[in-house]
């Protein structure tokens, strides 16, 4: 089974490049699930039709009480692809990094990796934050593997150093490693040279270089990824090259 976990700075496209992602396994056959760990719960919008999930922590507060089955808390997007958002506390109150810890024990008692047998699970990490409830898709094996987003931008990059040095202080807990880098340009100057500078630098590889295209909005404004809305795009294949890497790598391993 495949599983990564996504971070990267705060509005550098992790949802963007995880939903996609998501659709290309999907594409390829594969059944997947993608967790959004964010309070915003926006992750997997874009594979539900711009319809979003009810987030699992809006759920129990509504309710008063913890769903019994994993429908209560999901939705089937494209492809087949099971969707599930954490959410977070109430603004201004209580720790959105405990919203996650809550959800994967609640996840863990409703045996959704049991039931559903997915090939590929796929978590996207709010920010630039790697401790508390936020490390909690790479401890305690629910992710392997952690790809990381950034673009040329300073900030991005700076994040991107922050998350892979986090990373690394897990790695003799057998926790998961860095397994490289995803471009997501932003037509910054001399962007390519200065990612791959920082990828050499950190000793990871650049994985998927994802161009900054107009697809991508064109498409998110009908709720749907470059996947579903033109899978023969630029982007798209991008994509489906990202995927077909982690596939590949997968079956290597055994």
Same mark, same amino acid.
Request: charged residues 25%; proline residues 4%.
């Given at each position: 089974?495949?599983?990564?976990? /996504?971070?990267?700075?705060?509005?550098?496209?992790?949802?963007?490049?995880?939903?996609?992602?998501?659709?290309?396994?999907?594409?390829?056959?594969?059944?997947? /699930?993608?967790?959004?760990?964010?309070?915003?719960?926006?992750?997997?919008?874009?594979?539900?039709?711009?319809?979003?999930?009810?987030?699992?922590?809006?759920?129990?507060?509504?309710?008063?009480?913890?769903?019994?089955?994993?429908?209560?808390?999901?939705?089937?997007?494209?492809?087949?692809?099971?969707?599930?958002?954490?959410?977070?506390?109430?603004?201004?109150?209580?720790?959105?990094?405990?919203?996650? /810890?809550?959800? @994967?024990?609640?996840?863990?008692?409703?045996?959704?990796?049991?039931? @559903?047998?997915?090939?590929?699970?796929?978590? !996207?990490?709010?920010?630039?934050?790697?401790?508390?409830?936020?490390?909690?898709?790479?401890?305690?094996?629910?992710?392997?593997?952690?790809?990381?987003?950034?673009?040329?931008?300073?900030?991005?990059?700076?994040?991107?150093?922050?998350?892979?040095?986090?990373?690394?202080?897990?790695? !003799?807990?057998?926790?998961?490693?860095?397994?490289?880098?995803?471009?997501?340009?932003?037509?910054?100057?001399?962007?390519?040279?200065?990612?791959?500078? @920082?990828?050499?630098?950190?000793?990871?590889?650049?994985?998927?270089?994802?161009?900054?295209?107009?697809?991508?909005?064109?498409?998110?404004?009908?709720?749907?990824?470059?996947?579903?809305?033109?899978?023969?795009?630029?982007?798209?294949?991008?994509? @489906?090259?990202?995927?077909?890497?982690?596939?590949?790598?997968?079956?290597?391993?055994?």
């Amino acid at each position: 089974m495949i599983k990564l976990a /996504i971070y990267g700075k705060g509005g550098i496209g992790k949802s963007t490049c995880t939903a996609n992602l998501a659709a290309a396994f999907a594409s390829l056959g594969k059944r997947v /699930i993608q967790i959004g760990c964010d309070p915003k719960a926006d992750s997997t919008i874009n594979l539900l039709g711009g319809t979003p999930v009810t987030p699992v922590m809006d759920y129990m507060r509504e309710h008063d009480d913890e769903p019994t089955s994993i429908e209560e808390i999901s939705k089937v997007g494209y492809g087949g692809i099971l969707c599930i958002e954490t959410g977070g506390p109430t603004p201004g109150l209580g720790c959105a990094g405990r919203g996650i /810890i809550t959800t @994967f024990a609640l996840l863990e008692e409703l045996e959704l990796f049991e039931k @559903f047998k997915p090939d590929v699970v796929l978590y !996207d990490v709010l920010g630039d934050v790697v401790c508390g409830g936020f490390a909690a898709p790479i401890r305690e094996g629910y992710a392997d593997k952690v790809l990381i987003v950034t673009s040329g931008e300073k900030m991005a990059l700076y994040a991107a150093n922050n998350i892979n040095k986090a990373v690394k202080n897990f790695e !003799d807990r057998s926790y998961a490693k860095v397994r490289g880098i995803i471009m997501n340009r932003r037509a910054v100057e001399n962007e390519e040279e200065k990612v791959r500078a @920082f990828a050499e630098s950190a000793g990871l590889d650049v994985a998927a270089d994802i161009p900054r295209s107009a697809d991508i909005i064109k498409y998110e404004d009908m709720g749907k990824t470059v996947i579903e809305g033109d899978p023969e795009c630029e982007t798209a294949k991008r994509f @489906f090259g990202l995927a077909k890497l982690l596939i590949a790598e997968d079956e290597a391993n055994g």
